[in-house]
T-cell receptor, first 110, second 115 residues
């Protein structure tokens, strides 16, 4: 089955700086890569996703890049704000089943 | 409804007891999923329904776990003879249809604690 690895497990950044989270996947057939944000005790919420026919996607301060050859994808958050503090999960899928990474706890220091 | 709804939000049960967790998906969504999330981990796939049928139950850990979706809407996850290792957040999710083009929306989860 699909194996998704996510790094780093924790990330502390100064407000206004950028945050980068990286994920690798094992199944070359995976073609959909969503990112979810989860605040403590809350549901995972989709923040951005990318499909395998696209190399990069941006939505305001959030961007995702995909390298299919290397089988890795990354989340970039620019101009971080305190409300960006949360756990972020990457995932990979080739059909209906999402395989998640272990998560990155992002703390934005004011 | 506006989102995926799950009940109960919290459940504490004694080892060996039976529990049911309910999920009400977003109206009109044909695909429904159950995931389990342990502390400090990402969600892990349990089962997927397309309509009324369980299309993939390969993630269910053992035969103590069972799920139904009799009318193609509400689903119930059933756990028999609960064990302390079953303690986790059980997340339900739904999407309009199956496949990578369909956003999967999660509920708030049911926090199960087995004591």
């Amino acid at each position: 089955g699909e194996n998704v690895e996510q790094h780093p497990s924790t990330l502390s950044v100064q407000e206004g700086d950028s945050a980068v989270i990286k994920c690798t996947y094992s199944d070359s057939a995976s073609n959909y890569f969503p990112w979810y944000k989860q605040e403590l005790g809350k549901r995972p919420q989709l923040i951005i996703d990318i499909r395998s026919n696209v190399g990069e996607k941006k939505d305001q301060r959030i961007a995702v890049t995909l390298n299919k050859t290397a089988k890795h994808f990354s989340l970039h958050i620019t101009e971080t704000q305190p409300e960006d503090s949360a756990v972020y999960f990457c995932a990979a899928s080739k059909d209906y089943k999402l395989s998640f990474g272990a998560g990155t706890t992002v703390t934005v220091r004011a | 409804g506006a989102g995926v709804s799950q009940t109960p939000s919290n459940k504490v049960t004694e080892k060996g007891k039976y529990v049911e967790l309910r999920c009400d998906p977003i109206s009109g969504h044909t695909a429904l999923y159950w995931y389990r999330q342990s502390l400090g981990q990402g969600p892990e796939f349990l089962i997927y329904f397309q309509g009324t049928g369980a299309a993939d139950d390969s993630g269910l850990p053992n035969d103590r776990f069972f799920a139904v979706r009799p009318e193609g809407s509400v689903s119930t996850l059933k756990i028999q003879r609960t064990e302390r290792g079953d303690s986790a957040v059980y997340l339900c999710a739904s999407s309009l249809d199956r496949g990578p083009g369909n956003t999967i929306y999660f509920g708030e989860g049911s926090w199960l604690t087995v004591v």
